[in-house]
């Protein structure tokens, strides 16, 4: 894992316009969840085109570890057999997170209602990161942690079979807890319910229905209510993940801020629950029109067309926040190029992510020449009305691969080099991000 590897750094310079067609890898919490959902139906389902980032195959060793059968047969094609609901078994050693938030919150909602013990570690990020927003339900439920100090990486979990349902009202927008207390619920006695008063992705949801779970939403005044009966049998499946658009991101702004680019980004994930990014960008001017809408793997997916256009400064309505969540770094290159300045708050989740990311990204707009005000939930950019960055110095990506990739993108509108200090946490959730770039900038379809 990148964690362990030496630190890989690359510089990124302005180049010419960006041209052809790229397709982005599957997304990452589709690939995770049908990994999941896939070990936990009786027989055996196939998944094409799932993300072969390191996240993802952390998420493939665990589910191995408790008793699944887990084969690639080919580039993004995997085979797998399920045990069952109920049916995990004892892993033998801990299991290796890496830099996986979503492999650790979910798989800790799997366990807790398995009559199994398991150890959970992971790198220098996620051993940073909050586990007591899983860990506070799902004890409620039954299960039992001991987390080292602030609720964290290392901890040991014990699950409880049958454990206790209950209504769960989301203290914080999180699909990761939501996902975590549903999953619990699903070899639970009875109806476990969540509420969420701000949609999150509902990719759980969809894809649990799809496996024959019994599991309804309904909108209420309080918000969602989603409630799942347990001890369901899930049914095996072939699943399609649609392209990743929180990976499909970067392009959308690369493309949006170096004069002259004209790019296709092939099958990407539109589900409304994702695609804050588009909106926000769209308001500020960028050029990006939609093609072929249709239907993968149950999520509405469609091919953008993106050409490069003057961005102005907008008031990033924090309500679009869960559904751009990850995509607030690459956002903040796109107001640090605007003309004006740029209010993105109410994104307070930034801070408990694979690094502090106002921070970060704050540090990366120090090396671009941007001025920005901090708070503690958002920054204020003052663009650049089009004009390239300064640029010209070194980021540190803190084992993050959305800042290393936002600072690449960065580095293309730059009058000096911006030097990434490590670019291997790419391989997180986007492992031939580079390839697509140099391709880009070729003007080449991806693979021709
Ligand atoms: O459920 C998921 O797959 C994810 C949910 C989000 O995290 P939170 O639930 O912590 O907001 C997001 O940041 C993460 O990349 C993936
Ligand atoms: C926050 C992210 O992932 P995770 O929480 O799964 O580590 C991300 O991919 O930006």
């Given at each position: ?62 589910m ?26 004892q ?12 492999s ?28 007591g ?54 070899n ?28 309804s ?23 399609v ?14 493309a ?135 640029g ?11 800042i ?45």
């Open positions: 894992m990148h964690a362990q590897t030496a630190p890989r750094p690359l510089a990124f310079s302005a180049g010419g316009p960006l041209r052809g067609t790229v397709t982005v890898p599957g997304d990452k919490s589709i690939s995770h969840r049908a990994l999941m959902f896939s070990g936990l139906a009786v027989g055996e389902s196939r998944i094409e085109g799932l993300l072969e980032g390191e996240d993802v195959l952390a998420t493939a060793a665990a191995r570890a408790m008793g699944c059968d887990i084969e690639r047969t080919g580039p993004g094609s995997w085979r797998v057999h399920g045990v069952g609901v109920g049916g995990l078994l892993p033998q050693a801990a299991l290796e997170m890496g830099n996986s938030g979503t650790t919150r979910l798989l800790m909602g799997l366990i807790a209602s398995h009559p199994i013990t398991a150890a959970f570690t992971g790198d220098a990020s996620l051993s940073k990161r909050p586990m927003r899983v860990i506070e339900p799902l004890s409620r439920m039954g299960a039992d942690f001991t987390a080292s100090p602030g609720g964290r990486l290392p901890l040991m979990e014990r699950g409880l079979c049958p454990a206790v349902p209950i209504e769960y009202r989301l203290p914080v927008a999180s699909a990761q807890v939501k996902s975590a207390v549903l999953l619990a619920g699903l639970t006695p009875g109806t476990t319910r969540v509420i969420e008063p701000v949609p999150t992705r509902d990719h759980s949801e969809r894809m649990l229905r799809g496996f024959g779970a019994a599991l939403v309904e909108e209420t005044a309080e918000g969602r209510v989603i409630a799942i009966t347990g001890e369901a049998e899930l049914q095996p499946q072939q699943i993940v649609p392209g990743d658009p929180s990976s499909a991101g970067f392009w959308m702004v690369a949006s801020i170096v004069p002259g680019s004209a790019i296709t980004i092939a099958n990407v994930c539109m589900n409304p629950t994702r695609t804050g990014l588009i909106t926000a960008l769209r308001m500020m001017g960028a050029d990006i029109a939609e093609a072929n809408a249709r239907t993968v793997g149950g999520e509405p997916v469609a091919d953008l067309v993106v050409r490069h256009a003057p961005l102005r400064a907008i008031e990033v309505p924090p309500d679009l926040a869960p559904s751009m969540i990850d995509e607030y770094p690459i956002l903040f290159v796109a107001a640090a190029m605007a003309q004006g300045r740029t209010m993105a708050r109410g994104a307070e989740e930034l801070r408990v992510k694979e690094s502090d990311r106002i921070d970060a990204m704050a540090a990366v707009l120090d090396v671009l020449g941007v001025a920005y005000q901090p708070f503690e939930d958002g920054l204020a950019i003052e663009g650049r009305g089009g004009d390239r960055f300064a010209g110095g070194t980021v540190t990506t803190h084992l993050d691969h959305r290393a990739m936002s600072a690449a993108i960065a580095g293309l509108a730059a009058n000096a080099p911006v030097t990434v200090d490590d670019v291997s946490p790419v391989a997180t959730s986007y492992p031939d991000f580079l390839a697509t770039l140099d391709a880009l900038r070729e003007g080449r379809d991806e693979g021709a």
